[in-house]
């Protein structure tokens, strides 16, 4: 196990230099930082001076290597918007990105459990019926489409939760459901199909043969061997989440990781675009391992050597 960790840290080292570098330098073709900074009647002067006081006037090739450097050290740099390392900048994000995530998760995961294993044990049947058409659509709807109806139907027409912003339970309704709506419809999908593998299997027959309730069958037997698929596509979309789930949070004003990189994007302010994404690069790195680890746990069967 540790021969196979060090060589997953390895390959993730690259692969988090190789997108630091596309990071580095598509960050600086949206624009130069000064056009938004100073006034539009600011001096020629004031300018230069600005652009020479962040290094903006420097080739891109050097800017990389004195930031390069600067990360080296522990530095990723300093918010020009927020006037704070952007380290910090985004760490206070990441609360509100990880509570958002954690719950939508959890939501999801154990709603598509339940409606997965009820609809593979009757295939055809009404549960079955019912669940797959809305998790087919659930798992085609467009994320900004229902973020954007919803607002319209059950803020602006019918006042039942607020548009945007967070605070008590009313404000996190709207987000959680629109961003559960796509794991749920993918998982019940998944769920639905190993489980109906495992119904069919030896050992289940073997322990129905033996006597033991249809509740134990379903939940014990057949689900835990069915999780080994739920967990490949629930650490996809975890990454997903963790990834700052951009669209729900712009379109609902929550202030986690996906707003704060639309709004750095926007605003140029490239030490945050470059901190969020290596944070969350890393964050995705440690939540792959996890999922490997998981697997382990689950099925004594799978060593990786």
Same mark, same amino acid.
Request: charged fraction near 15%; include cysteine; charge should be neutral.
């Given at each position: *196990?540790?021969?196979?960790?060090?060589?997953? @840290?390895?390959?993730?080292?690259?692969?988090?230099?190789?997108?630091?570098?596309?990071?580095?330098?598509?960050?600086?073709?949206?624009?130069?930082?000064?056009?938004?900074?100073?006034?539009?009647?600011?001096?020629?002067?004031?300018?230069?001076?600005?652009?020479?006081?962040?290094?903006?006037?420097?080739?891109?090739?050097?800017?990389?290597?004195?930031?390069?450097?600067?990360? *080296?050290?522990? &530095?990723?740099?300093?918010?020009?918007?927020?006037?704070?390392?952007?380290? &910090?900048?985004?760490?206070?994000?990441?609360?509100?990105?990880?509570?958002?995530?954690?719950?939508?998760?959890?939501?999801?995961?154990?709603?598509?459990?339940?409606?997965?294993?009820?609809?593979?044990?009757?295939?055809?049947?009404?549960?079955?019926?019912?669940?797959?058409?809305? @998790?087919?659509?659930? @798992?085609?709807?467009?994320?900004?489409?229902?973020?954007?109806?919803?607002?319209?139907?059950?803020?602006?027409?019918?006042?039942?939760?607020?548009?945007?912003?967070?605070?008590?339970?009313?404000?996190?309704?709207?987000?959680?459901?629109?961003?559960?709506?796509?794991?749920?419809?993918?998982?019940?999908?998944?769920?639905?199909?190993?489980?109906?593998?495992?119904?069919?299997?030896?050992?289940?027959?073997?322990?129905?043969?033996?006597?033991?309730?249809?509740?134990?069958?379903?939940?014990?037997?057949?689900?835990?061997?069915?999780?080994?698929?739920?967990?490949?596509?629930?650490?996809?979309?975890?990454?997903?989440?963790?990834?700052?789930?951009?669209?729900?949070?712009?379109?609902?004003?929550?202030?986690?990781?996906?707003?704060?990189?639309? &709004?750095?994007?926007?605003?140029?302010?490239?030490?945050?675009?470059?901190?969020?994404?290596?944070?969350?690069?890393?964050?995705?790195?440690?939540?792959?391992?996890?999922?490997?680890?998981?697997?382990?746990?689950?099925?004594?069967?799978?060593?990786?050597?």
């Amino acid at each position: *196990m540790i021969p196979y960790l060090t060589r997953r @840290a390895v390959h993730s080292a690259f692969a988090l230099f190789g997108l630091f570098i596309a990071v580095f330098f598509l960050a600086r073709l949206t624009g130069d930082p000064t056009d938004l900074f100073l006034p539009v009647d600011a001096s020629l002067e004031d300018r230069v001076e600005f652009a020479h006081k962040h290094g903006y006037d420097r080739p891109a090739a050097e800017q990389f290597v004195r930031f390069l450097g600067a990360v *080296m050290e522990g &530095d990723l740099g300093f918010s020009l918007r927020k006037q704070r390392p952007a380290v &910090d900048v985004v760490l206070e994000a990441y609360p509100a990105t990880l509570k958002l995530a954690g719950v939508t998760l959890l939501l999801g995961i154990s709603l598509a459990v339940a409606v997965g294993a009820l609809a593979a044990y009757r295939p055809g049947g009404l549960v079955d019926r019912i669940g797959s058409t809305f @998790a087919l659509i659930s @798992a085609s709807a467009p994320d900004f489409w229902v973020a954007i109806t919803a607002i319209l139907v059950f803020s602006v027409r019918l006042g039942w939760f607020p548009t945007s912003g967070t605070g008590g339970f009313p404000f996190w309704i709207m987000p959680v459901t629109v961003l559960a709506l796509r794991p749920f419809g993918l998982l019940v999908q998944v769920v639905r199909g190993a489980m109906l593998d495992s119904l069919a299997s030896a050992y289940v027959k073997t322990a129905r043969a033996k006597g033991v309730g249809e509740s134990t069958v379903i939940f014990v037997h057949a689900l835990r061997n069915a999780c080994l698929a739920m967990v490949t596509v629930a650490g996809d979309l975890a990454v997903g989440m963790i990834n700052g789930a951009v669209i729900v949070e712009t379109v609902f004003g929550w202030p986690g990781v996906g707003k704060l990189m639309i &709004d750095a994007v926007v605003q140029r302010d490239f030490a945050v675009v470059q901190a969020s994404i290596m944070m969350t690069a890393s964050a995705i790195f440690l939540m792959n391992i996890a999922i490997d680890l998981l697997y382990v746990a689950l099925d004594p069967r799978i060593r990786h050597q």
